[in-house]
């Protein structure tokens, strides 16, 4: 079963479409989410995929001739969706969605940029430089979401619900420990395929668990995806940038297979919260146990590193930096979430090495090999490929919320926005 429902919505992010407007005229476009079993019929969001509408109420489920139903003694189990070919690829959020997956790649490459700086400079300490990457996002967030509930009930949300943000914190926390601990013992290449396992997870807790159903074609994009990345890491072994000799290479495996599993868990369970919750609540919430988290395992594992380490003017610009854009990365994470899905997010993660080898060119010293850009042509294929048989709404309606996403926050990237805001741009 999936986890049950965190506490109260605020104000702001949790409006509801009325259910009692009446039904709008509808154009041919017919929404289709993924479900099981009749667990949630298609969402129609008030308007014609090209965003023209005369109006818009409650979003409606459509029966296979396009007729409203009418009242909740509806049986989902006889409605058929429609497949609606390239029908997200002609909606803005598509390209937003495609756009804000490199962003967040080119966050991942830089905060390896700058660790690679850090330890040019002797400096190594995983855990705490991670650290106040947690306490600017427990600053602004939590500081936000107090603002926005009060004390009070930001302490109900400790106290009840409290607990599952600390799994989530944990699983982040760890996720981030142990990927880092393997590079110590294994080599690059070793370690990046065995990234590969997050794919794998996140596909099958969502299928589990949140009870996500995946078409042919998004398996497709993601092994064309998959296919890509296996061009970069071709073209690192034959030009011999994989990292060399494993010091310990069973070891090293072991600790990037569990960061890897931890990894996908946390994002299945960020996509499951954010898609029930406020953004700011959640990564406030996340960042105030990971802080906790965080500083213990710092505080008991980086106390020899951070003796030795080199302290200047330098090492405090490249922590600034790596802070900063790790803020970003969480940040923005949450939104990708909601516009598509945890495993599009990991998917999109695949070019990181590609803009990796760019900016490597210059900060580096690293030459480019001609297997690159072919390998980033085929994961950006992948991603179109992924999304070719969504309907307008693409990912951002989740099974798991329910009839009309009922179940749901009505925030920033979510379809019940959309429903209720035909002309919103995410």
Excluded at 31 to 46: I, N, S
Excluded at 243 to 264: I, M, R, S, V
Excluded at 367 to 372: F, R, T
Aim: proline residues 3%.
């Amino acid at each position: 079963m999936s986890p049950s429902v965190l506490g109260r919505s605020s104000d702001s992010d949790e409006r509801r479409a009325s259910t009692s407007a009446e039904p709008v005229p509808l154009d041919t476009t017919h929404v289709r989410p993924k479900y099981v079993d009749g667990e949630a019929g298609p969402l129609d969001h008030g308007g014609s995929g090209n965003g023209q509408a005369s109006g818009h109420g409650t979003p409606e489920l459509l029966d296979a001739s396009g007729d409203a139903y009418a009242g909740d003694g509806l049986d989902r189990a006889d409605i058929k969706p429609k497949r609606n070919w390239f029908a997200y690829m002609k909606t803005r959020q598509f390209w937003i969605v495609l756009l804000l997956g490199q962003v967040l790649a080119l966050c991942i490459t830089s905060t390896n940029t700058f660790s690679g700086l850090l330890s040019r400079k002797k400096t190594s300490i995983p855990a705490f430089q991670s650290f106040f990457n947690y306490v600017l996002l427990n600053i602004v967030y939590t500081g936000f979401t107090l603002y926005k509930y009060g004390f009070k009930k930001w302490r109900n949300i400790i106290l009840h619900d409290g607990w599952k943000y600390f799994i989530l914190a944990f699983l982040d926390v760890e996720g981030n420990y142990f990927v880092v601990l393997a590079y110590q013992y294994s080599n690059i290449l070793s370690c990046q395929l065995i990234n590969f396992w997050a794919i794998v997870v996140v596909v099958t807790i969502s299928f589990l668990l949140l009870r996500v159903r995946y078409h042919a074609t998004q398996y497709a994009g993601i092994l064309v995806c998959c296919g890509g990345m296996g061009i970069l890491l071709g073209s690192d072994h034959l030009t011999g940038s994989n990292g060399g000799t494993a010091a310990d290479a069973l070891k090293g495996d072991l600790f990037a297979l569990l960061g890897a599993t931890f990894y996908g868990l946390s994002n299945v369970f960020e996509e499951f919260l954010v898609s029930k919750r406020p953004m700011y609540e959640v990564v406030g919430q996340l960042a105030f146990w990971a802080m906790f988290i965080n500083g213990t395992q710092a505080g008991i594992f980086d106390r020899a590193s951070f003796r030795s380490a080199t302290w200047d003017g330098q090492v405090a610009g490249y922590l600034v930096g790596y802070t900063l854009v790790l803020f970003m990365f969480y940040s923005l994470a949450p939104l990708m979430f909601r516009l598509a899905s945890a495993a599009f997010f990991n998917i999109s993660l695949l070019t990181a090495n590609f803009w990796g080898v760019i900016i490597g060119v210059k900060v580096f010293g690293v030459p480019v090999h001609w297997m690159y850009p072919i390998a980033f042509v085929c994961i950006i294929t992948g991603c179109f490929v992924y999304f070719m048989s969504e309907s307008v709404l693409g990912e951002a309606v989740k099974p798991w919320l329910g009839e009309n996403q009922g179940r749901g926050v009505s925030g920033v990237g979510t379809a019940k926005r959309r429903a209720e805001r035909p002309d919103a741009v995410v």
